[in-house]
């Protein structure tokens, strides 16, 4: 038996490095294929966990050919079911003797799920979403991610021009606008000696160093690029910033909880549905770097409030580890293909 997975996407966003992820540690006990979008990067990662994976187009609906080439891989590899990533992929799965599942990590439009057997959730919010669109509810269901970092010793602070001594702030995510990395620089203001780490690439790295300049904290604030070595990242940091402006799920709260790091977000969808304020992580309002700069210089104060946010943390992460969520995947998988367990 075996899954077909399919990933239209090329960027290198947390969707797509999730996939990655997911697909691998899935492979782990059943057979996985992957049919992506052009992206050598991801396509070398599959292909070092053994994952038998092709790359098509991918394009517009009049791309025709991606949805035959699809057929005719499914044919002849006869998975027991083909999981769509995302809109662009589920418009060109096509029917087959296969179960059709649509993996959602956002609010996306239905039209390309139409038919589909099942529908996965990465977070209640959108789950109940599916519903309140009019998808039966008995065809959605919620798995949540997981997360998980590389035992990596932690990377060193003098090579990124940060003293030893100085509280690192680690940010990841794409150089977007709905990352709100802008207020993350505009709140180290406010943060005397703090250092911070933004991990990602995107269309505002140029505009998000010349704000850095004009407030002053240029020498402060280091942009590292894409990376896939994050555990070594997380071991670093004292805390991580997550200041999102849109985020259906979040998986940074996530791996910060796993990598024992206290967590500041801001109270978008995701972030605020996972996080207990206080708790297992800070809460601050969208676009508010005077809250975001109060509430760090508070934790960077209080090594008790560090550990006490890092240890609740610890315990939350335990419902996002790769055993526990592989497993649910391969239990709907068994539902929806009416397979023996």
Same mark, same amino acid.
């Given at each position: 038996m075996s899954i077909?997975?399919?990933?239209?996407? %090329?960027?290198?966003?947390? !969707?797509?490095?999730? $996939?990655?992820?997911?697909?691998?540690?899935?492979?782990?006990?059943? &057979?996985?294929?992957a049919v992506i979008g052009r992206h050598d990067g991801r396509l070398k @990662?599959?292909?070092?966990?053994?994952?038998?994976?092709?790359?098509?187009?991918?394009?517009g609906p009049v791309d025709i050919y991606s949805s035959t080439r699809l057929r005719m891989l499914g044919r002849s590899w006869q998975p027991r079911a083909m999981v769509a990533w995302m809109r662009r992929a589920a418009q060109h799965t096509p029917k087959g003797p296969w179960? %059709?599942?649509?993996?959602?990590?956002?609010?996306? *439009?239905? &039209? &390309? $799920?139409?038919? $589909?057997?099942?529908l996965i959730a990465n977070t209640r919010d959108i789950q109940d979403y599916l519903i309140q669109e009019g998808v039966p509810a008995n065809r959605t269901h919620y798995i949540p991610n997981f997360a998980h970092l590389d035992e990596l010793p932690?990377?060193? %602070?003098?090579?990124?021009?940060?003293?030893? +001594?100085?509280?690192?702030?680690?940010?990841?995510? %794409?150089?977007? +606008?709905?990352?709100?990395? /802008?207020?993350?620089?505009?709140?180290? *203001?406010?943060?005397?000696? !703090?250092?911070?780490?933004?991990?990602?690439?995107?269309?505002?790295?140029a505009q998000l160093k010349t704000l850095a300049e004009t407030k002053g904290v240029s020498d402060r604030?280091? $942009?590292?690029?894409?990376?896939?070595?994050?555990? @070594?990242?997380?071991?670093?940091? +004292?805390?991580? #910033?997550?200041?999102?402006?849109?985020?259906?799920?979040?998986? #940074? #709260?996530?791996?910060?909880w796993m990598a024992g790091k206290p967590i500041i977000a801001a109270? &978008? #969808?995701?972030?605020?549905?996972?996080?207990?304020?206080?708790? /297992?992580?800070?809460?601050?309002?969208? /676009? +508010? @770097?005077?809250e975001l700069a109060a509430l760090t210089r508070q934790l960077i104060k209080s090594k008790n409030m560090q550990q006490t946010l890092a240890a609740s943390g610890r315990v939350r992460a335990q419902d996002h580890t790769a055993a526990r969520v592989t497993q649910e995947w391969f239990a709907l998988f068994d539902r929806l293909t009416k397979a023996e367990v």
């Amino acid at each position: 038996m075996s899954i077909l997975h399919t990933l239209g996407g %090329r960027g290198d966003g947390g !969707a797509e490095t999730y $996939f990655t992820k997911l697909v691998a540690a899935l492979h782990r006990t059943e &057979s996985q294929y992957a049919v992506i979008g052009r992206h050598d990067g991801r396509l070398k @990662a599959l292909e070092q966990h053994n994952i038998l994976c092709r790359t098509l187009p991918f394009g517009g609906p009049v791309d025709i050919y991606s949805s035959t080439r699809l057929r005719m891989l499914g044919r002849s590899w006869q998975p027991r079911a083909m999981v769509a990533w995302m809109r662009r992929a589920a418009q060109h799965t096509p029917k087959g003797p296969w179960a %059709r599942i649509g993996r959602l990590g956002g609010y996306y *439009k239905l &039209s &390309s $799920f139409q038919g $589909f057997d099942g529908l996965i959730a990465n977070t209640r919010d959108i789950q109940d979403y599916l519903i309140q669109e009019g998808v039966p509810a008995n065809r959605t269901h919620y798995i949540p991610n997981f997360a998980h970092l590389d035992e990596l010793p932690p990377e060193r %602070r003098s090579a990124h021009n940060t003293p030893e +001594d100085a509280p690192l702030l680690l940010a990841p995510g %794409r150089l977007h +606008d709905a990352k709100a990395h /802008d207020v993350a620089i505009i709140a180290l *203001k406010q943060i005397p000696d !703090a250092h911070l780490w933004i991990v990602g690439t995107g269309p505002l790295e140029a505009q998000l160093k010349t704000l850095a300049e004009t407030k002053g904290v240029s020498d402060r604030v280091h $942009f590292l690029g894409w990376r896939s070595d994050m555990g @070594a990242l997380y071991g670093a940091a +004292d805390a991580v #910033v997550f200041p999102s402006r849109y985020e259906p799920l979040g998986n #940074v #709260v996530i791996e910060a909880w796993m990598a024992g790091k206290p967590i500041i977000a801001a109270k &978008s #969808v995701g972030p605020r549905n996972l996080i207990m304020h206080g708790d /297992d992580g800070l809460l601050f309002r969208i /676009d +508010d @770097a005077d809250e975001l700069a109060a509430l760090t210089r508070q934790l960077i104060k209080s090594k008790n409030m560090q550990q006490t946010l890092a240890a609740s943390g610890r315990v939350r992460a335990q419902d996002h580890t790769a055993a526990r969520v592989t497993q649910e995947w391969f239990a709907l998988f068994d539902r929806l293909t009416k397979a023996e367990v």
